[in-house]
């Protein structure tokens, strides 16, 4: 065994760096000031220190971008002009220590910064996206404020055609099916007969299935294209996911999925696959369009309509029983509001005594739930999906005799006052101008940019993040650039992906920084880094099961409360410090271990047993180019390491790997396979794969 | 009552170290045993127990599964619930009784039983619970009725005058979820953690060659279950999971080691090694204890079913584990019945049925009946009142508790009357709780073998309801 040496990378991530005392430089006002040193370089951190003991640390605020602010979730008094800045503090009577600590400067290469960039824009970088990233081979200034080259890819990518998942669905499924460009719910065409039957489909009471003659036909297994009635939905996804070149909007539509949650349990027709996936298409149609809409298409969706319960909602005066309340809860405390008053920069308003104050209470849960009366399904037509006699794909309408006409008053003190006309038209007025209320209600935007920062990005974002989001939700615009309507998407998810919090090299030294990425995206990013190739009959990828393998799937979240809460704080150091890490509650010994041996038997089994349908393979990674430099372990291990760690392997990881790999024998083709496949799984035992900072 | 103690968050904190070791958060389950084996002076309690939490999340309507059988009682319960005929299109929640609707109820859905100590003797269980009427009429079972969860004991009038501490964001789903767990609803958020944690971390050198932890989830991770220093082990029904290749392969193994073996800056990193180096280990322990056990008994396949098969067999693994007291955890979804009340129900009762009979018979063939309790949680009640065919978020509710040690036979605290306008119903039917989850919880933790001086750690709003110290008991359902 030889022995590991460490190296030194050029990109600075030593141990080593400079201390030095802050000054306490004045005592007035019952404060303390302290003067913060001027920063000298952008993607330099330096952190100011507290410690009560001199011998544990925390840090309180910092400064990567030439300018001090607080580390969350520290709420100090900064203050002063760029040249010099001033932290203050309110003596407490506890003696306290101040020091600053300056850290080396760090650097990625391009490739590297590009490869960590598409680790939060998409579901996983491939060679052929990070080899036609503008400005790729540019010398100098590639990964600078304000990262210009990374706005230009994200304005390239709204302009790639979008893979709806209802189309890729109506396609392939019953040949009956044709073009209704008129209908109320795009994307409704017609069976593509050159790719046929591929997916099940349903006309009333019977189900059709795709015919394994085709998979005899194809020389793969007869039962190679049963998926199980219900999986058609997931398969259509796992296709946007893996093959969409549309890959930001696959990855933003995932992330609006999380807030506005539709899941299978529960589901009076869980087989059926168009109402899901045409639900999904809201998400994938709107990427780059708009909240109010979204929100708007959501509320009227038949299926949102059964899954919170407010489909056939009736107002008292129908027959004595009260309107159902679910929805005006959620559409509220999940997908706009939220439970708490919020400032832009999403801190909590308190109130006289330092409490928080709600946005809403059980009373006006009680007055909106009217305001949801009335909603029905539209009768069950042809050229759709459907079981029974219902469908659950155009959106419902408003039957004005079981509607709640009354007055209504808002969270604001203002009145939705009755109208006249007892109309249908009057009733969508009166849920067109709710809907305005929440979207415009001034929680909203902080409320959406942390949980849209939480699935990109970071898990705890500091108020100038939140409060940069915020506004370019709240005024539509980036830079100057977007529509200028409140709820711009496009602006928004710029101000996510491009804030300097985001994108600087500089925060991997802030302990806090970064988050642990989400089971399913980590599965995928293995799948397209490495090539996968689909040996299915149709060209599936039917990964199956992941729900019971790492507590998450597409379709599957257990409850209108997504796979894990904004707020979760697993036991230890993370809660100690009072930070979030909502993917830390469904990783558990169970899950955690489930999720590297699912990568492992995608390596050696490809999606098979735990993590597909069959115990054969029905999807390969493709590592031809990786054995063609397996020779080479160190060639092999940094061109891993680019792909999946995005340059974050540290150089003692770095070394086992290298050592590890290079004992193994590659005279042989054979041998170098072994090599790569070794590689691949050690590299899932690194936490650096797990956590992006 | 005494002496009743208001307990501030501040003071709560400071006493909640049961165990002495400070703020230190020690995380690994594997070690925090060690580590706090040394420092507590406890006697060494008899014998073995076990408490499982069934948690019934979403919200049961659990005034539809005790219900009043005296004849006004019952109709107050159909005047609110409302009546339901036999039409496809009916409207209403009530359950059926040809007794006391005779020529007109078509079907009888309730199981009779009868309790002392309530207004009224006779009551029903819901018909698809046959097991429960079974052993209740044993004597090992009981009801808790109307409990739920409270800051300091509140009548309708101060609930109106908001004139006393009430828990935050009531008829939430998420808020109240958590303070089933953590017992501080006056809190919002899941960071006083959770009692059975605190149990844990009480009474943890019980023990203290244990192999995994005393808390032990089959539902993933929990508030309940989360202590100062410890921390629930987490499994599956088909047993605990292994990493691949790391008993076989010395490569993976000597770098898997190598990788957790390090210091990492990143916060997120330094967890994730950690849980995993934990995992690992606990896994290689966890299924040489539990692969030599063979239960006697068939569970149902059905989702309560797997993880109460899975408990039994930890309970039945407790000598090769070392383990002499356990809490599990067990989370059953799908009670949020805004739509429809009585097929959901139907359907989930059958399932809980045939899950606790087999585990019941289990514990039976082995001689521990006596040493296991299984009692459910959930979110809340629901409100009496109807908006078609199902119901909306409430309050108090009803709960059951299964042991062969419980003095059963019997309805504790006080069942409500049913009716609008009633002096519990806050609105709809919204019954404002006369137990609180406290005196409930209590209850159990006193059986388990907590000290009573430990209570008010445990339950730190306890003695705002009763006073721990004399009455460890408050309901006089386990002591």
Known sequence: MRVAFSILLSIGLSITHAQADAEVTSVSGGKVHVELPASTSSDQLQQLEWSTNLVAWEPVARDYRQEWENTYPHQVDISGDSQTQVFSRTIDGQTRYFRVVKHPETTLTNRQAVSRFLQQATFGPTTGLIESFPGIDVAEGFNKAPYTYFEQWIDQQAEVPLFSLRKFFRERSNPAFVDNPTSRVPYEVGHNPELGHQLVYNVGSIKYAPDPADALAAGRPENDVDFGYQRGKQIVWYQAAVTGEDVLRQRVAWALSQIFVLGEEGSNQPTVTERFVSYYDIFVRNAFGNYRDILEEVTYNPSMGYYLTYVDNKAFHVQGTYPDENYAREIMQLFTIGLWMLNPDGSLILDDNGEPIPTYDNDDIVEFAKIFTGMRKRAKRTNLDYAASSNYIDPMYIQASWHDFSEKVLLDGDVIPEPQEKNQSNAKAEVDKFLDHLVDHPNTAPFVARILIQRLTVSNPSPVYIQAVSEAFSTGLYNGKGTGARGDMTATIKAVLLHPEARTPALAYDDSHGKLREPIIRLLHYARAMNITSPHTYGFFPFDQLDEVFAQSPFESPTVFNFYQTEYQPLGEILDRGIYAPEFQINTDVTSLGLLNGIWTLIYQGIANSIGRRGYSQGDLNIDYEISIAADAEALIDHLDLMLTAGRLSPENRATLISVIGDMPSDTWWWRKQRVQRALYLFALAPEFHVIY | ?479
């Open chain 2, 1 to 479: 009552m005494s002496n009743p103690r208001k307990i501030s968050r501040r003071q709560f904190i400071r006493e909640a170290n049961c165990a002495a070791v400070g703020t230190a958060s020690l995380f690994s389950s594997l070690f925090s045993l060690r580590l706090t084996a040394g420092v507590v002076s406890g006697s060494q309690l008899p014998g073995y127990k076990a408490m499982v939490c069934l948690f019934l999340s979403g919200g049961n309507d659990s005034f539809n599964m005790l219900v009043p059988r005296n004849p006004d009682a019952y109709s107050d319960y159909l005047g609110v619930r409302g009546f339901r005929d036999s039409s496809d299109n009916y409207v209403g929640l009530a359950l059926q009784d040809t007794l006391l609707n005779p020529g007109v109820a078509d079907a009888d859905e309730l199981l009779p039983i009868s309790s002392e100590g309530q207004p009224f003797a006779d009551f029903g269980i819901h018909h698809k619970l046959p097991i429960l009427q079974q052993l209740y009429n044993q004597g090992n079972a009981a009801f808790v009725s109307n409990v739920g969860t409270l800051v300091e004991p509140t009548t309708l009038a101060q609930y109106k005058n908001e004139s006393t501490q009430l828990p935050k964001g009531l008829f939430s789903h998420r808020d109240e979820q958590v303070h089933w767990q953590t017992l501080v609803p006056q809190v919002r958020g899941a960071g006083p953690k959770g009692w059975a944690g605190r149990i844990a971390d009480c009474m943890a050198q019980v023990n203290q060659t244990g192999a995994i932890s005393m808390n032990v989830s089959l539902s993933g991770t929990n508030v309940l279950q989360a202590g100062q220093s410890t921390v629930p082990y987490i499994t599956a029904p088909n047993g605990a999971v292994q990493l691949k290749d790391y008993g076989t392969d010395p490569t993976t193994q000597f770098a898997a080691d190598s990788f957790l073996g390090q210091h990492y800056r990143n916060l997120y990193e330094r967890s994730l090694a950690q849980g995993n180096r934990k995992s690992i280990d606990t896994a290689i322990a966890f299924a040489d204890a539990t692969n030599t056990v063979t239960l006697n008994n068939s569970f149902p396949n059905t989702n309560s079913g797997k993880r109460l098969k899975a408990i039994a067999k930890i309970i039945a693994a407790r000598g090769n584990l070392s383990m002499e007291r356990q809490i599990f955890f067990l989370r059953r979804g799908g009670w949020d019945h805004h739509k429809e009340v009585i097929t959901a129900q139907d359907a989930l009762f059958t399932e809980l049925n045939d899950s606790i009979t087999a585990f019941w018979n289990e514990m039976v063939s082995r001689g521990m009946e006596n040493d296991v309790v299984l009692f459910t949680a959930s979110d809340f009640g629901r409100t009496l009142t109807t908006n078609g065919r199902g119901s909306d978020h409430a309050w108090g509710g009803n709960h059951f508790v299964i042991g062969g040690g419980i003095n059963g036979g019997r309805i504790y605290g006080q069942y409500p009357l049913l009716a609008q306008g009633g002096p519990q119903d806050v609105g709809r039917g919204r019954l404002l709780p006369t137990t609180s989850v406290d005196a409930y919880g209590a209850e159990l933790a006193s059986w388990f073998g907590a000290p009573s001086e430990e209570l008010t750690t445990i339950f730190p709003n306890a003695g705002n309801f009763f006073d721990p110290i004399t009455t460890p008991f408050p309901l006089g359902m386990l002591g």
